[in-house]
């Protein structure tokens, strides 16, 4: 058996996924006979808490075939973390050749992808993922006029010379000894979930798990295949033969936001997508055009997921917002100081009558601007050093004044900081999956995204399904924010 479920905005892949996970284990199929691998970390941890949920006498060891193509690739070639590649290593190298790089871990997404700021070192890396040579790759015409052909294989060669010096493998070394090792485990099913984002040698590590095993179920939308720029094949998964079944019903995206999203759609050629019919969530929606400036959006209430193209925007995005008063998260990082919050929460604890421990104190102290003068581990009452419960912990904190206002005007505006932040700055990218009841999209291109789209039509497609990814995004209200120039910005209003 072979089935593609093909899943919209919303649709709820995963849970038609792990519907059928259940089935087979209700067949009697055992639990390690089942694999089920997403494109992500992120991703493959999600579905594996959802089933310890719903069976509470699974642990996490039977789930272990819950995971990554590239996390099964390092487990059945035995390998120790200290034997991967790391974005310090690449840096080193760059070090070495004076070539100045910065890896852009992905963290929790943990695709295996390396991206960097460096035009080189990501050209290698996606040619080799794609199975291309990196000449090949080059002629590809997607990178900037900087890149020097001539400097391609001297970096090809440090990088081997120097994974083979210090014996190390990069993911997709990972990859390329497990197809040729026939190491694959045998399976009565397996699972692929976003399986449009899958790279030419991730595909072929596919086949090999599609040749161990009886069933193959994989699922995507080739829609918000976005991951071009890392190599991605999404026509391999619009053409991968399968009994398809499209689910029809969003339960996000509200009737407004997927009329502009099938627009969007519209600029792809019927030829060059997979047409699906889904219906739109029992509402509205609304969409508020032409925003100029974030701070004409309502945010100091509800949930926020404000996405950009591009990390850049979102940085420039983070005074403004501690300007407002607004705690907001990005990459996961907390808008404020966790310590010193930490402190104002102790000192007020303090002036309300509790005593704090030695290193509530210790930490304490260190806003106080001297050094907590006891060790004995007892609770303390502050009054004994000199301290009055009627003083206010900004009268006597010794810490950057902005940080203080920041933390006094979030606090006025009853923010709660114990608790994830109600507003969060991402990538579009990054997003991918999320939602938030409002979205906030800023239009803004960079000028090397607008030279590649009109250089290759592929690179149009992606372009429109990333927007596409964005705006639905969306549960209820979506804020189009226009480009700081125009002519600089994704074109969505004219498709409205």
Request: aromatic content about 10%; overall charge negative.
């Amino acid at each position: 058996m072979m089935r593609k479920i093909l899943g919209p905005p919303g649709t709820g892949k995963t849970t038609k996924l792990l519907k059928y996970v259940k089935t087979f284990l209700k067949l009697g199929t055992p639990l390690d006979k089942i694999g089920y691998f997403a494109f992500t970390k992120k991703a493959a941890n999600e579905a594996k808490g959802r089933m310890l949920n719903d069976f509470p006498t699974l642990t996490d060891k039977k789930l272990k075939r819950f995971q990554t193509l590239h996390s099964l690739a390092f487990e059945r070639l035995g390998m120790k973390k200290s034997q991967v590649m790391q974005d310090e290593h690449y840096e080193d190298i760059g070090k070495q050749l004076g070539i100045e790089v910065t890896m852009y871990s992905d963290g929790e997404e943990h695709t295996g992808f390396i991206d960097s700021d460096n035009e080189y070192f990501n050209l290698i890396n996606i040619a080799r993922i794609k199975e291309v040579t990196s000449q090949e790759e080059y002629d590809t015409d997607m990178y900037s006029w900087a890149v020097d052909k001539n400097v391609i294989p001297i970096l090809e060669a440090e990088i081997n010379n120097y994974k083979e010096a210090y014996h190390l493998l990069d993911y997709t070394d990972m990859i390329e000894k497990f197809i040729v090792a026939e190491m694959c485990p045998k399976f009565d099913v397996v699972f692929i979930d976003e399986a449009q984002d899958l790279s030419p040698i991730q595909w072929k590590m596919f086949d090999v798990l599609k040749k161990n095993s009886k069933h193959v179920i994989i699922a995507g939308d080739d829609d918000q295949a976005i991951y071009g720029w890392a190599g991605a094949d999404v026509k391999r998964f619009q053409r991968e033969p399968a009994k398809e079944i499209v689910l029809p019903q969003s339960y996000r995206v509200p009737r407004a936001i997927q009329r502009i999203a099938d627009n969007i759609l519209n600029r792809i050629p019927d030829d060059r997508r997979i047409k699906k019919n889904w219906n739109a969530r029992d509402e509205d929606g609304t969409i508020h055009q032409s925003i100029s400036s974030i701070e004409d959006v309502p945010l100091h209430e509800g949930k926020w997921l404000v996405l950009a193209r591009y990390n850049d925007k979102l940085i420039r995005l983070k005074p403004t917002l501690r300007d407002m008063g607004i705690y907001f998260e990005y990459k996961g990082r907390k808008s404020y100081r966790a310590r010193l919050y930490n402190a104002v929460q102790n000192f007020t604890r303090w002036t309300n009558g509790s005593l704090l421990s030695l290193s509530e104190c210790t930490d304490l102290f260190e806003y106080l601007g001297k050094k907590f003068p006891h060790n004995e581990e007892r609770m303390y009452e502050l009054k004994e050093l000199g301290y009055s419960h009627t003083q206010r912990w900004f009268d006597v904190f010794e810490t950057e004044p902005e940080d203080s206002l920041y933390i006094r005007n979030m606090l006025s505006q009853g923010e709660k900081l114990d608790v994830p932040a109600r507003v969060v700055l991402s990538t579009i990218h990054s997003a991918k999956g999320g939602e938030a009841d409002n979205i906030i999209l800023i239009l803004d291109n960079t000028k090397k995204i607008r030279e590649a789209i009109e250089r290759s039509p592929d690179k149009e497609d992606e372009e429109n399904r990333i927007w596409y990814v964005g705006v639905t995004r969306t549960k209820q209200n979506l804020y189009i924010m226009t480009a700081k120039k125009e002519a600089n910005g994704y074109d969505i209003e004219s498709i409205q």
